[in-house]
């Protein structure tokens, strides 16, 4: 339902966030309820995730906090189970955002094996799940949205991010896979790789400059559309 009356494109919708307790994350639940949506907070971090409802409430919108953890498929389970549960017997969600994820500084050669476990569970195992079972409730329903955030590393893959970059690569590619599955539906599943946020702004000033530093100048693109 769309309130052109108050300007507020989301009103009536349900959306889930994951990793919602800073960054990205943070910031897409602030941006879905200033578009009207009512919003589920998932993290693992619940005292954040307080913080983050009170600035919510303030803005006069709604939230249901969960915490647990983004790698757990029976924390998953029980993320989507409550959502359907909430917002005045609303018994839906209509939009993903799997936004949660681990980083993982350090070259492919250099990094402790049980990391490489760790990030995939969550970045990838638990986000496909995660999308997996949303999808099939979507298709169901014959509606809704799922948005994968990915990483600028998982596109443009640099000596320090291998490991971390193909995890994003790899959920991109689920992304994709699932869009040509259920778009028949009237579902859209999409992967973003780029969000102009102070954080990422960050990331890029402190990676190119290790960058320069360790392997020399000549491999940074540093013109005006510059990439990593």
Known sequence: MNDSKTNKPLSGRTAIVTGASSG???????????????????????????ELASEISGLGGKSLIVSGDAGVQADIDLLLNRSLSWNDGGCKYDILVAN?????????????????????????FGA??????????????????????GSVAGRNVSPFSGFYGSSKFAIGAIAEGLRREICSYGVNAVELSW?????????????ENSFITSTGPDCIDTSENKRL
């Open 100 to 124: 949660a994820g681990r980083g993982l500084a350090g070259g492919v050669i250099s990094t402790n094996l049980a990391k490489w476990q760790e990030v995939y569970q969550v970045n990838v």
């Open 195 to 207: 969000l102009p946020i102070s954080r990422v702004k960050l990331f890029i000033s402190l990676f």
């Open 24 to 50: 990205i994350g943070r910031a897409t639940a602030l941006a879905l309820v200033q578009a009207g949506a009512a919003v589920v907070i998932y993290a693992r971090r619940k005292d954040r995730l307080e």
């Open 128 to 149: 496909a799940y995660l999308m997996r079972q949303a999808g099939q409730y979507m298709v169901q329903r014959k509606s809704g949205d799922i948005v994968a955030v």
